[in-house]
């Protein structure tokens, strides 16, 4: 069996996959508080895998409510190297079609500073590198699983990272189609984020749900389509995921494995000792 785990953030109905075995729930307790929901693993083509569904099942938490950080760390505690994570997006570019799957490379973030999105603090600073926001080589993998699994994908573009939990209005809508965003969504940069200060690398299969509000000759945003659009391509993200886990490999020559070997500034003798305990499985090799 290979050596690596592979993360996959997303609904809560993604691991019920053809060839899935030996199906687990684990409950994590995190030193941030409790992860969305328990943890689902499983084999799948020889990788053990690891699920989570980011809004609890049966869908209970706003963007704004996931506990992000207790989120990272338990898939950093259950040994995964890489998360796949699989979002409904908002198209702001009239070639991404809803029902499209883009693979997005770049973020902006219109979040509002009230989520916990670093692991820092309390004692100790760090500053990771963000240039490239999501992992170049995953992300290079899910694209091609895309291809091979027959979906209409655009590779790369920039998602727009909204708090939501209300829609843009029309005004925001076409202010950030003026950024050149391609997507808009409200929860993968936050995760990026964590997963980089994780030394996880990240990558998002985005399914392209509805044009926001911004298009003139498509209604207006609505849960009832957006549904109905997640129904039909969540057979498809299944597809890729597994289309993706069978080409990748057990050694990561990304930067995301390194994340942290610069990034800490604090004097180590200065960091408190709480704060060692609780980031120990995420700093704990450069202390």
Not at 122 to 129: I, P, W
Not at 141 to 147: Q, S
Not at 178 to 190: K, W
Request: some cysteine; glycine content about 10%.
């Amino acid at each position: 069996m290979s050596q690596h785990t592979i993360g996959v953030i997303g609904g809560s109905g993604l691991y019920e996959m053809e060839g899935m075995t030996d199906i687990r729930s684990i409950t994590v307790e995190s030193p941030f508080g409790a992860p969305s929901d328990d943890y689902i693993t499983g084999i799948l083509g020889g990788v053990r895998m690891v699920f989570l569904p980011r809004h609890g099942r049966g869908h209970r938490l706003l963007p704004s409510e996931i506990n992000y950080r207790a989120n990272i760390w338990g898939m950093k505690k259950l040994g995964v190297q890489r998360i796949i994570s699989v979002s409904a997006v908002g198209s702001m570019k009239e070639e991404i079609v809803p029902g499209h799957i883009v693979i997005p490379d770049q973020f902006i973030d219109r979040t509002k500073g009230i989520r916990r999105d670093t692991f820092f603090g309390e004692g100790v600073v760090g500053h990771v590198q963000f240039a490239d926001p999501l992992c170049t080589d995953l992300s290079g993998r899910l694209h091609a699983a895309a291809v091979e699994a027959g979906a209409t994908v655009h590779r790369g573009g920039t998602y727009l990272c909204m708090e939501g939990p209300a829609f843009s209005t029309r005004s925001e809508s076409f202010m950030y189609r003026s950024f050149g965003a391609s997507v808009i969504g409200m929860t993968n940069l936050t995760e990026a984020k964590l997963a980089r200060e994780a030394e996880i690398c990240y990558g998002t299969i985005a399914l392209s749900t509805d044009y926001d509000c911004w298009h003139e000759t498509h209604d207006d945003v609505s849960i009832e389509a957006i549904l109905a659009i997640i129904h039909s391509n969540v057979a498809m993200a299944k597809n890729i995921i597994r289309h993706a886990v069978a080409g990748i490999g057990d050694e990561r020559s990304c930067p995301c494995a390194s994340a942290l070997q610069y990034a800490i500034i604090s004097d180590r003798s200065m960091i408190p000792a709480a704060t060692r305990e609780k980031l120990e499985i995420i700093i704990g090799k450069y202390l």
